[in-house]
């Protein structure tokens, strides 16, 4: 987990943050001492004021190293502040100029007290609560704390006593919503001794017992007890509070994408805080501005595994989010259409194309009648629903919807904004399937210049337009280029997202079939069947890529002599993809070809001549209705050279 406390100077550094908050809350809590008089109430008012911006300006001095984040949340503070002083400072000069002082402070108090004791709490809000969760959610338990700045037997006043034990309630109230959350029970006992720091444990859940030494430095919230606890907020009304707290946390941490290898560490570190939170949610009838936090949270962490290849617990996430949201998402059609494109991008990275491409088609009608057609919403829904269809075969329907995507970002955002090169990206692909090799390579090369000024190097978006300019190259045999490409891509790929996810395990099956057409037979066959282990494992039998990286296997055990192995992985494939796709799909029928080829060449004449007449014919029948096939002529030109080598060997 990222380590904030490293990041901001190490753990006396934490440790100073946390004392200034409490002293932010003590100040804060002591406002109502002066509610029995006017001027007192705006002196203490002033008071307060001076004390956060010290308390600010003291953070940013002793802690040197501030991150960006740290650094937007004390900015947030801060114009709280400020804009306390600015209604402060004005009426200080009039009230000291002015006679009937207390009369005029006491209608100041009147007209300003909720304003001002809104700013307070949001400053409160933003700054102690927060700042505790993320000092809470960055600590690791490995490490211990050696230094505090308030001694343990300090002699304390009862309300900031008080005060101290609401802030560790806060403290590990929060915590309850994260992933077998770790409470840093040392830090809080030096901070503000062990009984209390026992009292206000004891008081929060009565069933904990702990060593009044407190010799662990960190209490770990496992799953049974963070489901009492929970059980017990959502039916306090401060339970909403906590959660809105623990929302603030993963918000400042969170990112909202995941194409860099920083954005995808921190993903890892806190996903499933993230999803506990997004899971605790559900129990709560929540208030519309909490629920749009909890659905864009959602939304993210589905970015973010799909960037893992977690597929199957998107789909999971969003069918119990959307079972217990229903109305709220049927209010909201943005937020709805967002979370259903995630979906189908799940289902199809699943090989599940049949359902995805059901509900793509549903999500582009609501977005296009909510939105218009000029969109960028409704565009990302027609981009989706155009590589669908590619997965089902249907190129020229892919063509027509990537198509007009293409034409649509350019008019709308310009030839050289990120979704116009990735949606030029995705039309190229398109290309290379109907066998348009260089109109393919031009999108694919224009692509990648493009995205490589807009974007950092090694972006994740990126290296998927360098991987389908590498394969584009391999097609046009331009072998070396093409590895060039793939071993950048899958190194790349390694260092990112890790050695075992699905986009990096598909750029190893590409380096693959590459170096095997340089002649490194034997490590590409060592790489390929790697490959297809990790896949299958990965995603099932029936996974597109699975079967793609068999037919790539076999292909490299023919050059390399093993053809008796390379028909036998041939034909235990093709089954298998005639179930997933079907006979007449375009990867069935050059599957087929290959095996014909295969057999053609192990002297299997008649069993060769079969499959290519069942071949030619079926391309045949889709040349009446979709644009003319480059591959018929080709199978065509081997039939006949199969028929004249049956007809030689029977008059031999």
């Known amino acids: 987990m990222a380590e904030l406390l490293t990041v901001v100077g190490g753990v006396a550094a934490g440790t100073q943050l946390f004392h200034y908050g409490m002293k932010t809350l003590a100040a804060a809590a002591a406002l109502p001492r002066y509610s029995r008089h006017s001027p007192e109430i705006v002196n203490g008012w002033t008071e307060q004021v001076a004390a956060m911006l010290h308390c600010l300006d003291t953070m940013q001095q002793q802690i040197g190293n501030l991150d960006s984040t740290m650094v937007r949340l004390l900015d947030l503070c801060r114009k709280d502040a400020v804009a306390l002083l600015a209604i402060l400072l004005p009426s200080q000069s009039q009230l000291r100029l002015r006679k009937h002082r207390r009369l005029r402070k006491l209608v100041f108090v009147l007209r300003k007290e909720r304003e001002i004791e809104t700013l307070i709490k949001t400053f409160d809000q933003k ?100 489901q009492r606890m929970q059980s017990q907020l959502s039916v306090s009304l401060g339970g909403q509070v906590y959660l809105n707290h623990a929302l603030d946390a993963l918000y400042s941490r969170f990112p909202t994408t995941f194409t860099h290898q920083r954005t995808v560490r921190i993903g890892r570190e806190l996903h499933l805080h993230v999803l506990s939170t997004v899971s605790a949610a559900s129990g709560y009838s929540l208030e ?30 969003l069918s119990t989010f959307r079972r217990r949201f229903f109305a709220e998402l ?21 090989g599940n194309v049949s359902d995805a491409l059901r509900i793509s088609r549903d999500n582009y009608h609501s977005r296009r009648e909510a939105f218009g057609i000029m969109n960028e919403i409704t565009i990302y829904g027609l981009n989706n629903q155009g590589l669908l269809y590619h997965a089902t075969g249907d190129y020229a329907s892919a063509n027509q919807c990537l198509g ?152 490299i055990l023919f050059d390399r002599g093993k053809y008796t192995e390379a028909e036998d992985t041939i ?45 030619v014919q079926v391309q045949r029948e889709r040349t009446s209705y979709a644009p003319p096939n480059p591959d018929l002529q080709r199978n065509f030109d081997h039939m006949k050279e199969l028929e004249a080598d049956i007809e030689r060997s029977h008059s031999l």
């Open 127 to 226: 700054f102690t609560r927060t700042m505790l969760s993320l000092l809470w959610l960055s600590s690791n338990p490995s490490e211990h704390v050696t230094q505090a700045n308030l001694k343990a037997n300090q002699v304390i006043s009862q309300q900031d006593r008080t005060q101290l034990i609401k802030t560790i309630e806060d403290v590990i109230s929060t915590a309850s919503f994260f992933d077998d959350s770790y409470v840093p029970v040392e830090l809080l006992a030096k901070l503000t001794g062990p009984a209390m720091l026992s009292e206000a444990l004891s008081a929060l859940v009565a069933c904990m017992s702990f060593d009044p030494t407190f010799s662990p430095s960190y209490v770990k919230l496992n799953t049974n007890l963070r």
């Open 288 to 317: 519309r501005d909490i629920f749009s936090r909890v659905a864009s949270l959602t939304f993210y962490v589905c970015r973010y595994l799909l960037a893992a290849g977690r597929y199957t617990v998107i789909s999971r996430l």
């Open 330 to 350: 049927r209010a909201d059609i943005n937020i709805d259409t967002r979370l259903r494109g995630k979906e189908c991008v799940a289902l199809k990275l699943q």
């Open 404 to 555: 007009e995507a293409l034409d649509m970002h350019a008019k709308m955002q310009g030839n050289d904004h990120p979704d116009t090169l990735i949606t030029a990206n995705n039309l190229g692909i398109i290309f290379q399937s109907q066998g348009r090799y260089d109109d393919a390579n031009l999108l694919f090369s224009r692509s990648l210049v493009g995205m490589t000024c807009a974007c950092e190097q090694d972006c994740l978006d990126v290296l998927a337009a360098r991987s389908n300019l590498g394969t584009s190259m391999h097609l046009q045999k331009r072998y070396h280029e093409a590895r060039s490409h793939h071993q950048y891509v899958y190194e790349r790929r390694c260092n990112i997202l890790g050695p075992e996810i699905h986009e990096t395990i598909k750029s190893k099956a590409n380096l693959a079939i590459t170096i095997n057409e340089l002649g490194d037979h034997e490590q590409a066959e060592k790489m390929c069947r790697e490959a297809a282990r990790s896949l299958e494992t990965e995603l099932g039998h029936l996974h597109p890529d699975v079967l793609k990286t068999h037919i790539n296997l076999a292909a």
């Open 571 to 615: 034909r235990t494939t093709l089954p298998m993809m005639d179930e997933k796709y079907g006979p007449t799909h375009p990867r069935t029928l050059r599957a087929l070809e290959f095996r014909a080829t295969l057999l053609h060449h192990m002297g299997s004449l008649s069993a060769a001549f079969a499959i290519m007449t069942q071949l």
